[in-house]
């Protein structure tokens, strides 16, 4: 085997994610023949001796393992946990434990679904923002967030020194409400929220922001994942279709996407449309007309088109008609009178033919 980053060798042997692996390398838990590594070192498995935390780390033999985990809420999304509280892990079947990681992060006071598998390059490409890959949550808030309110959330906010990528935030269909101990109807919304990049504890963030606090959480989808009849605390395998689908969306890395702002600006807007022809405005009443209760004159109805306009039909003509019109066509033209003896013309002085004198 050619040599290859420490941090991918320790993904693809299920030890963790990418991310966690170089965290490990950063604390100095990783070691190569007996001297501890730094980020971007490699290694070849098949010769060095590759150790974390001082165990061995060997590479990974068989096929793959992936799990769909509908995760109770008060449940840590870890392998092991130091104040011993109860862990992902105790929801999966000892048989089916080992070199498990769980790929990315649901909160402690979060449910919803959560991958867990022994494929470090799966884990990176699905849980990594750079491969485009969106995770869905329903979200229940205190109170009704306003539509300028919103709108500041899915332009992104600054968490930590760095804006957030821009979120699509949807009210969810109404159900019914829930009284209240006290008997009142309580006043929450539903939400859906979709994010392409998973900050710690962002959801609860951007609301607690605009002073609509968060009540429930909850992943309803990974990608085009989804498992509504999954009971929660129950665990499952992917299919071969569901895997590959993953792998697919998340394949190469997403281009970079542009500026909140400008994203907002073009979903407001929307596409652009041809503009319509201006009208001819209507001359106003004068004073005096609208003074007498004169109502405004209508305008002329357009006119119909002309008789020049129109096509030209054929005359019809009846057969007797046009007989004669071909026996006219066919008639010879009469010879002209002869003139007569005084040259045809008459007198200038005399009287008018047929008159007597």
């Known amino acids: 085997m050619s040599e290859e980053r420490i ?194 504890r962002q959801i609860r963030e951007m609301f607690q922001r605009i002073g609509h606090p968060v009540q429930k959480l909850r992943r309803v989808a990974i990608g085009p994942l989804r498992d509504p009849h999954l009971p929660s605390g129950a665990v499952r395998e992917l299919t071969e279709r569901e895997v590959e689908t993953l792998r697919r969306i998340t394949a190469r890395p997403k281009k970079k996407r542009e500026p909140a702002e400008v994203l907002a600006a073009q979903k407001k807007a929307g596409p652009a449309k041809k503009a319509a022809p201006a009208r001819k405005a209507k001359k106003p009443l004068s004073a005096k007309r609208a003074a007498q209760g004169e109502p405004p004159k209508k305008a002329p109805a357009a006119k119909a088109p002309g008789k020049k306009a129109a096509a030209k039909k054929a005359p019809v003509r009846k057969p007797g008609v046009q007989r004669a019109l071909v026996k006219k066509a066919g008639a010879k033209k009469a010879p002209a009178r002869k003139a007569g003896p005084g040259g045809g013309r008459r007198p200038s002085g005399g009287a008018p033919r047929g008159r007597r004198p």
Do not use: C
């Not at 205190?142 to 990528?165: F, H, M, S, V, Y």
């Open 7 to 200: 941090q991918r060798i320790l993904a693809r042997a299920g030890i963790a994610s990418r991310r966690k692996a170089e965290d490990l390398i950063r604390e100095g838990q990783v070691t190569v023949n007996g001297q501890v590594v730094g980020i971007g070192d490699k290694a070849d498995p098949a010769k060095d001796a590759i150790k974390v935390g001082g165990k061995r780390v060997h590479p990974h033999e068989g096929p793959y393992r992936y799990l769909l985990l509908n995760k109770p809420r008060g449940v840590m999304s870890t392998v092991v946990d130091p104040q011993e509280r109860q862990t992902v892990m105790d929801f999966v079947p000892p048989t089916m434990r080992k070199a498990l990681v769980p790929v990315g992060r649901l909160d402690f006071d979060s449910e919803g679904l959560l991958l867990l598998t022994d494929d470090g390059d799966f884990a990176q490409h699905v849980a990594h923002p750079r491969y485009g890959g969106s995770k869905t949550y329903e979200v229940k808030v205190r109170g009704e967030p306003t539509e300028a309110a919103l709108d500041k959330l899915r332009e992104g906010i600054l968490l930590d020194g760095k804006r957030t990528e821009p979120a699509r935030i949807t009210r969810r269909a109404k159900g019914p409400r829930r009284r209240t101990a006290e008997g009142e109807e309580g006043h929450n919304t539903w939400w859906v929220v979709e994010l392409t990049q998973g900050r710690t």
